[in-house]
């Protein structure tokens, strides 16, 4: 390796979130509420409070109408009003065309093509200059330049605002719990509005536990009533309804927040095992006493058969379970106990409204011959939902009729690729193994493939070890430049090659072993050497979707019998109509 | 759409417009027109067209020439109508003079190559699914001498912990030359199982031979010898899937040059038909 290039081994802060962040700003920031009144001793040497602060935020200032954060967008940040006021949006919230939405760009049909001879021959090269200190671009800042919304005040007349000032936060639902943004947001007029990306809020959290708390409870305030107002069964009654069913939801958690884990442990153990360990939310049999709504996380829905349990379905956020019984209790005098077993699978958080709480202020407001109809021993126990308003393909609508093979179901439930929302599936009874998918990936990615056509598979399926961009991505738990990050508008699951420091933390936590550490060369091809230790420089590498290719997943377009899909494990009718096409 | 509606509406095109072919070229030989003019120049150009999908495999960035599937499919029915307008091109009898036969015999070797790519592509994989592990090609023969490292060093472990060679010798007279690389291929693609059953066969032989101890190891042996078997099934399987291109193909390009110089000289005997 005598003519490989070193560099310096990039760090955790080589490049801040902002360069801007001197110290007479951290020091006004240390100074404003809530930073003065945290014990700095509670944070270590290497990592303290003013060094979060002057590289993990940001300062923004913006001008009346400037939006802050848009609903629909993916951020893993929370922002903090340091001057001035924001406004918050309300649902139903402002059209698309109002918010300016732009797509991702991607590359023009002749960047497209003349990948065909600019790429690398070399295996991951990549330019150098790239890495100096300063000169990765923060592209995972989730407020670039400011967008201004049109026409404030027809939005203040036609629109329900809620208005925030100094010392309040917001953003922390979607920066937490890695979900789209729930809201729009923009400025009221001057304001100055602190940026802090997830990695400093998880850093303050660990050690303020006031910090903690107040975020804790600012999450399960806010997103409780959107939440409730989501729900198909609840989305027709009044304010004042959803208030009264706000205090009365009883919150509870199931399995385990750092489910990757364990998951590893236990995917080789025989499925008995594997379901016991599974925490039941609610069992055959027993009276429901509330209807569970899924708040995050997975459900697998079972019955009992002989010594075994049948999956029958899994379901995911925005799902309920129980309804149709307490349908059936409050119209009929001989109860009936829960159909089916629900458990968690993997982490579950679940709102329960208690049957009460049901039958005084939603059955009575829905058309009889909109619910589900009842129990009976001449349907076999089986009931039919009617309630309106939940596509056929979510799998937040309940007892969706699919002939997805049982054997299947539990395949898929067990190795959780349930969480996959671009899972990629190959029909081997179709595939001839040309490696066209490989080789168009290699092509839209400078001669890298970023997936291995290998992977679990169960009689004619695989799922082949492909990023998946899952629903509840873990590999980016623990990222500590936030290089991993969801895409701004697809919401797709990306590294910034740039920001990425190598530390394999995103890999490790892949449960699927779905990315890949590479070493990295120049464009001559020597290996790319970290100055101080001589050892080379890796970086994390995935599948994108081909984010900045024209038409998205270039594997699946290039496959020529129709034998591999990216599919969205949560479209559970799409998944049934190509499982059996 | 299932496969079987799909299939199903692609053959009904096909017939359709195929049909409307038969027809357009009775007319035109009932009008005294040369129908071999309209069918060679149909049948060029569908050539042509069939032969851009080699073009479409390369272009993989560009999203907006059509998914590959979509081109396979028009692939396949357009070489269907192929056959059927080089048999009307021809007037359902063997041509005579040496280009036309190299012409026709091209002809055939394409679409017989084409055919058979398309009954290998549908029945070949099913059976790859239903034998062993799935295993990536290129890393076929890495398995292989990893297979013959474990078969070699269970062989030295049975002749010192046995003090016998029956095991050893079977080895060297029966099993050397098979873990050296891919073996049985014909066997495989035509769904014998003679090779493997010959090798149990021995390994049942030997077993008389053989006391508590060495019995062991020869059943580890006779493991791997499965395992190798499966590697060749899937060596030769995949190989004839990849492999019929390296016919396909190149005889296209033939086909196509052929074609062209007949072209010219139909036009410079043509006498100003």
């Not at chain 1, 924001?86 to 002749?110: C, I, M, N, T, Y």
């Not at chain 1, 947001?185 to 304001?191: E, H, L, N, R, T």
Request: include cysteine.
């Amino acid at each position: 390796m005598a003519g490989a290039t070193r560099i310096q081994r990039p760090q955790r802060w080589d490049n801040p979130f902002s360069p801007d962040m001197g110290n007479a700003v951290v020091d006004r920031i240390l100074d404003a509420q809530p930073f003065v009144n945290m014990d700095a001793a509670k944070f270590p040497e290497s990592a303290s409070l003013h060094d979060i602060i002057q590289n993990d935020t940001c300062l923004n200032t913006y001008q009346r109408g400037d939006i802050v954060v848009r609903v629909g967008d993916y951020g893993t940040s929370a922002f903090l009003v340091i001057s001035g006021q924001v406004r918050v949006v309300l649902p139903p919230g402002l059209p698309a065309s109002v918010l300016g939405q732009e797509e991702d760009e991607e590359k023009s049909f002749w960047g497209a093509f003349s990948q065909l001879w600019d790429n690398s021959k070399l295996p991951e090269s990549r330019d150098i200059s790239r890495y100096e200190k300063g000169a990765a671009s923060s592209s995972t800042k989730d407020t670039g330049t400011n967008i201004f919304l049109q026409g404030v005040p027809q939005v203040l007349d036609e629109d329900r605002t809620v208005l925030l000032g100094p010392g309040e936060m917001f953003g922390e639902i979607a920066a937490l719990a890695r979900s789209p943004r729930m809201t729009t947001i923009y400025a009221d007029g001057d304001a100055e509005v602190l940026e802090i990306r997830r990695q400093g809020i998880r850093d303050i959290r660990r050690r303020i536990d006031e910090f903690r708390e107040h975020i804790d409870k600012l999450y399960r305030e806010r997103s409780l009533k959107t939440h409730i107002q989501q729900t198909p069964v609840f989305r027709h009654l009044s304010d004042d309804i959803i208030d009264k069913i706000a205090e009365k939801i009883l919150f509870e958690t199931f399995g385990d927040f750092d489910w990757h884990t364990s998951y590893k442990r236990f995917v080789t153990q025989p499925s008995a095992e594997r379901l016991a360990k599974e925490p039941i939310i609610a069992r055959e049999g027993d009276y429901p006493d509330g209807l569970m709504m899924l708040r995050s996380g997975f459900a697998r829905v079972s019955s009992e058969v002989n010594h075994g349990h049948q999956t029958l379905r899994y379901i995911g956020r925005g799902a309920i379970h129980g309804f149709e019984e307490i349908v059936h209790n409050w119209r009929n005098d001989e109860p009936v106990g829960l159909q089916n077993t629900i458990r968690s699978v993997g982490y579950t958080d679940i709102l329960r409204v208690p049957t009460s709480i049901i039958e005084e202020f939603v059955l009575p407001t829905i058309p009889e011959d909109r619910l589900p109809k009842s129990f009976g021993p001449s349907d076999g126990g089986a009931s039919q939902p009617i309630v309106s308003g939940v596509h056929p393909d979510s799998v937040g609508s309940y007892r969706i009729e699919t002939s997805i093979n049982t054997g299947l179901l539990e395949f898929l439930v067990d190795n959780r690729y349930i969480n996959g929302t671009a899972t990629m599936l190959i029909d081997l009874d179709r595939c001839v193994r040309c490696d066209s998918c490989v080789e168009a990936c290699t092509v839209g990615h400078n001669n890298n493939p970023r997936f291995n056509r290998h992977g679990r598979r169960l009689g004619n399926f695989m799922v082949a070890n492909a990023c998946m961009h899952c629903a509840d991505p873990v590999c980016m738990l623990g990222c500590p430049t936030g290089a991993i990050h969801r895409s701004a508008l697809g919401g797709q699951v990306v590294i910034n090659d740039d920001s990425c420091i190598g530390c394999t933390t995103c890999a490790n936590n892949c449960p699927y072993d779905n990315i890949r550490m590479v070493e990295i060369r120049d464009d001559k091809g020597d290996f790319i050497l970290d100055e101080a230790a001589g050892t080379t420089v890796m970086k994390a590498t995935k599948c994108d979707l081909c984010l900045d290719q024209p038409g998205g997943p270039a594997c699946q377009r290039a496959c020529p019998h129709d034998a591999l899909i990216r599919m969205n494990m949560r479209h559970r009718g799409t998944l049934s109509r190509w499982l059996n096409r | 759409m299932t496969f079987t509606a799909r299939r199903n509406r692609n053959i009904l095109i096909t017939l359709l417009v195929g049909a409307v072919l038969l027809t357009t070229t009775s007319v035109y030989d009932v009008s005294l027109y040369q129908g071999p003019f309209l069918t060679g120049w149909l049948l060029l150009t569908s050539m042509l067209l069939l032969s851009l999908y080699g073009v479409r495999k390369k272009l993989t960035m560009l999203s907006t020439i059509g998914r590959s599937a979509a081109w396979v499919q028009f692939h396949v029915y357009l070489g269907y109508l192929c056959i059927g307008l080089f048999i009307i091109h021809i007037g359902f009898r063997v041509p005579d003079g040496w280009l036309e036969i190299m012409l026709a015999l091209l002809f055939v070797l394409v679409a017989g190559s084409g055919v058979l790519g398309i009954v290998i592509s549908r029945g070949l994989p099913r059976q790859l699914t239903r034998k062993g592990e799935e295993v990536i090609f290129e890393r076929i023969p890495q398995f292989i001498r990893d297979l013959r490292m474990d078969a070699e060093n269970l062989v030295v472990n049975s002749v010192t912990e046995t003090n016998s060679t029956t095991i050893h010798d079977f080895y060297a007279s029966n099993l050397r030359a098979y873990f050296e690389r891919p073996r049985h291929t014909l066997d495989h693609i035509t769904g014998s199982t003679h090779g493997l059953f010959t090798l149990l066969t021995e390994f049942d032989n030997m077993q008389r031979y053989l006391n508590d101890k060495e019995k062991e190891f020869s059943n580890q042996l006779r493991d791997l010898v499965v395992k190798k078997d499966e590697l060749d099934f899937h060596h030769a399987l995949q190989g004839l899937l990849k492999g019929w291109l390296f016919v396909h193909v190149p005889l296209i390009y033939s086909l196509l040059l052929v074609a062209v110089v007949h072209l010219v000289l139909v036009y410079a005997f043509s006498g100003g038909m």
